[in-house]
Each structure stands twice: as C-alpha cells, then as structure tokens.
C-alpha cells in the first residue's frame, strides 16, 4: 500500500452472488470529475496499481482499481466456468450501479482493456475515456503462446527468492532493463502473503483456457467493430510498449487508420505491458487526464 494516499477497500456481489472487491483511493481534493476505474491484466491484481493509483488520487481524481474475480481477495468461482470477458464486464456495471456512478474513465492493462472495450459496447454511456495499456484488437500470437506458457500454472514457490526468480522469468522479455530491486517490487505484485509470510500464487488457476486459433480470429473482428465504436465517442489513449509481443506497431497503426482522433504513445524500453510507473508513461497519462 502506499505510504502517501490510503485506499479503503471496496466490496460488491456480482449478479451471480461473488463478493468482489476493490481498492477506493479517494481524491486530495474534492472534485466533480468521473471516477476513473483500474481494470488489471489476466493474472494480475491490484497491486499492479500501487504507485499509479495514489499518484492519480494526488492530482484529485478518485481512484477504483479491481481485483476481478478469481484474482485477489475478490471471490473464486468453483466452476471456473465464468472466467471470460463478458462476465468481467457485467461485474463492472455492477460495481457502478453499487457505487451510484453514471460513469468512469477506465485504465485496462491488457485484459482490462478488453473489458473496457466490452463496457462500451454494453453502454457508451458508462465510458468517459479509455486508455488501453498495451492491448488492441488484435493481438500478436507470439504474446499468446508467451502467456499460455505459465498462464493458469502454478510452480512450487515456497520462498520470496522463488517469488522473484519467479518474476523474473515470466518477465525477462517485456523488462530487459530491469534491476534486482525492480524484479522484487514485481514479485510483491505478483504474489500475496500467505499465512507465514511466504508468497502465494494470487489467482484461479482456472481463470485461463486456451482458445483455439479460429475462436481467436472470430474474437478480433467482433473486438476491431467494438475498439472503433469506443474510440469514435470517446477519447482513447493507447499506450504500447516498444517491444511488447502482445500489441504489434502495425496493430497501432491501424486502430490510428481506423480512428484517426486516437492518441497513442510508445513506452521505451518495455515490453508487455508498461507498469505505468515509467516517467513516459506518467506524462502521457498527465497530458490525457489534463486534456480532459
């Protein structure tokens, strides 16, 4: 947790009875400005938004950042049947509806980003902005297989130095500058607190299932018709890192051809996805909110 600007957590029951769970960082000041929601990627969690969050709520922005279900404390599913984009966005919609919010702005880190494309297409109206954090409608197959390759696995980790060597396995490619004190904040993020202190895995291992290439290719066209729909109505930031093998530059290149009003930015020396810690990330997220 943040040292500067506390969260208090969030709770909620989705329409087929979970208890899910936030993290709400109220805003320094006042402010009339929608909330903007922090939607983390497949195995992440809220933590993901340690540093990112406070320093928001700072600038006078309310700040809710999920934990989706099977991540986190928010509650498992046994059947592990409801694990898709479509049951994320209707626990997002629940979550405004219990909050009383008309709308939010929406950070979505990779999968996040698909659901906040999935909430536009449900309700333009409940979408204020989006800033898509190194995801797009198309998705580069080289970052699949990467993902599958420990996506929903759960080697032994008895150990913090498991925890980081842990880390720095599964993200070597997308943070080749990292320091050893980075691949620990990583582990922290990656991993909770067990009940002796060690690390623990932070997610349903069920919460990933394979597609097969055909269903990948039918998911795109439909996710290119609801990208065009959100970024044509509202404002869009993409962010993409410089060498991520999830979001290609051509990828980007097209959304810009599709919607020409789009904003993006390349973050150096980072693959998939930025952590939204690094100082060109921060300005882009500056210069977005500010414009709003």
Not at 72 to 94: F, I, L, N
Not at 102 to 123: K, Q, R, W
């Amino acid at each position: 947790m943040s040292t500067e600007v506390d969260y208090t957590p969030l709770r909620w029951r989705s329409h087929d009875g979970l208890t899910l769970e936030a993290r709400n960082y109220a805003p320094a000041a006042p402010s009339k400005e929608a909330p903007i929601l922090c939607i983390p990627g497949l195995t992440r969690s809220a933590r993901d938004f340690d540093e990112v969050a406070p320093w928001l709520a700072k600038h006078g922005r309310r700040v809710i950042v999920v934990n989706l279900r099977g991540r986190g404390p928010s509650g498992y599913d046994p059947t592990g049947r409801s694990y898709k984009p479509a049951t994320y966005v209707r626990d997002m919609q629940a979550l405004l509806k219990h909050e009383g919010l008309e709308a939010t702005y929406i950070i979505g880190t990779s999968l996040g980003g698909l659901v906040a494309m999935g909430m536009a297409s449900a309700n333009i109206r409940q979408v204020a902005g989006v800033v898509l954090n190194d995801i797009g409608p198309a998705v580069d197959p080289a970052g699949l297989k990467r993902i599958a390759s420990y996506a929903g696995k759960t080697p032994p980790v008895s150990t913090w130095a498991d925890a980081v060597a842990y880390a720095k396995f599964t993200g070597e490619t997308a943070f080749p500058d990292f320091k050893d004190a980075d691949w620990k904040k990583l582990a922290k993020r990656t991993f909770r607190v067990d009940e002796n202190g060690g690390p623990a895995f932070d997610y349903d291992p069920k919460i990933f299932k394979p597609a097969p290439a055909f269903a990948i290719k039918i998911a795109s066209f439909f996710l290119w018709r609801k990208f065009r729909h959100m970024a044509s109505k509202r404002p869009t930031l993409v962010l993409r890192g410089a060498i991520s093998d999830v979001l290609s530059a051509t990828t980007v290149q097209q959304m810009h051809d599709r919607v020409p009003t789009l904003t993006s930015k390349e973050i150096p020396g980072v693959g998939h996805a930025p952590t939204l810690d690094e100082p060109e990330s921060r300005k882009a997220l500056s210069a977005f909110f500010l414009t709003l």
